[in-house]
């Protein structure tokens, strides 16, 4: 089993940066492809990025160029460094886990999950 723990969410002005954290226990993610995934309300959970295990990183298109995934296997972390944040970047932000090799972009190639940081982008 494997626990995932994010943090760093909270409320930003629009144009302003966060970073986000996402630390793994009981196994290590050196071989996880990590991801994450956003939701607001009222909305299907989307793709925001992912990284392999050699550090090829995806993004969806929203988010491409403002924001940045990387990875610490010595730290069991992740991170996503998001800048410019725009209002509608605001939603819970999740990491998720899958060991399957590949970057899927669907919530269902996934097999751990965190419980979520909130993210609040004001205008």
């Known amino acids: 089993q494997m626990q995932l723990v994010e943090s760093g969410g909270g409320l930003v002005q629009a144009g302003g940066s966060l970073r986000l954290s996402c630390v793994a226990s009981?196994?290590?993610?050196?071989?996880?492809?990590m991801g994450w995934f956003r939701q607001a309300p009222g909305k299907e959970r989307e793709f925001v990025a992912a990284?392999?295990?050699?550090?090829?990183?995806y993004y969806g298109d929203s988010v491409k160029g403002r924001f940045t995934i990387s990875r610490d296997n010595a730290k069991n972390t992740v991170y996503l460094q998001m800048n410019s944040l725009k209002p509608e970047d605001t939603a819970v932000y999740s990491c998720?886990?899958?060991?399957?090799?590949?970057?899927?972009?669907?919530?269902?190639?996934?097999?751990?999950w965190g419980q979520g940081t909130q993210v609040t982008v004001s205008s």
């Open positions: 009981g196994r290590t993610l050196r071989s996880a492809v």
């Open positions: 990284i392999t295990w050699n550090e090829s990183t």
């Open positions: 998720a886990a899958n060991f399957r090799s590949y970057a899927g972009r669907r919530p269902n190639e996934y097999d751990y």
